[in-house]
């Protein structure tokens, strides 16, 4: 269900990313990515004085997430194919929910002084794993031996 994760800062700037998939390509190319989406996002605000929550496209959604006090965007790419929709938008809007506490809560320091350093970051993906894993949505794909 979920491919990657992306946070990025109040001021678009992605500082955390994690593929499950342990695809390297998709690595080097997430912030070229996530800026993109910081502007779409910030177009669809300005320009229509609205929210963009979800962006589908033929293989993959994106679910889009503002954490209302910190400003953090959270980015969800996931596979399209789903039986359940509903559900699986419930599942999501919960880990969502669950990122933006671990992680407001690990790096509340760092993201007051943040200095551009965003590999300091680098070490909730141990959580992520945790939390996706005890939702159990990752049970569809092969994970790259990397990773498990």
Same mark, same amino acid.
């Given at each position: ?8 800062? !109040? ?37 229509? !004085? ?18 209302? !006090? ?79």
């Amino acid at each position: 269900m979920i491919q990657e994760i992306i946070i990025l800062n !109040n001021k678009g700037v992605p500082i955390f990313f994690h593929n499950f998939r342990g695809n390297s390509i998709t690595e080097r190319n997430y912030q070229v990515i996530a800026s993109y989406f910081d502007q779409i996002c910030r177009f669809t605000k300005y320009g229509f !004085n609205e929210s963009l929550n979800t962006l589908k496209m033929n293989k993959s959604v994106f679910y889009f997430y503002t954490e209302p !006090n910190s400003h953090l965007h959270l980015i969800f790419k996931c596979d399209s194919k789903v039986d359940n929709k509903k559900q699986k938008r419930k599942i999501i809007d919960t880990i969502a929910m669950e990122v933006f506490e671990k992680f407001l809560t690990k790096y509340k320091k760092e993201l007051v002084d943040f200095n551009g350093n965003f590999s300091q970051f680098k070490t909730f993906s141990s959580e992520i794993d945790d939390i996706v894993k005890a939702k159990n949505v990752l049970k569809s794909y092969e994970l790259s031996p990397d990773l498990i």
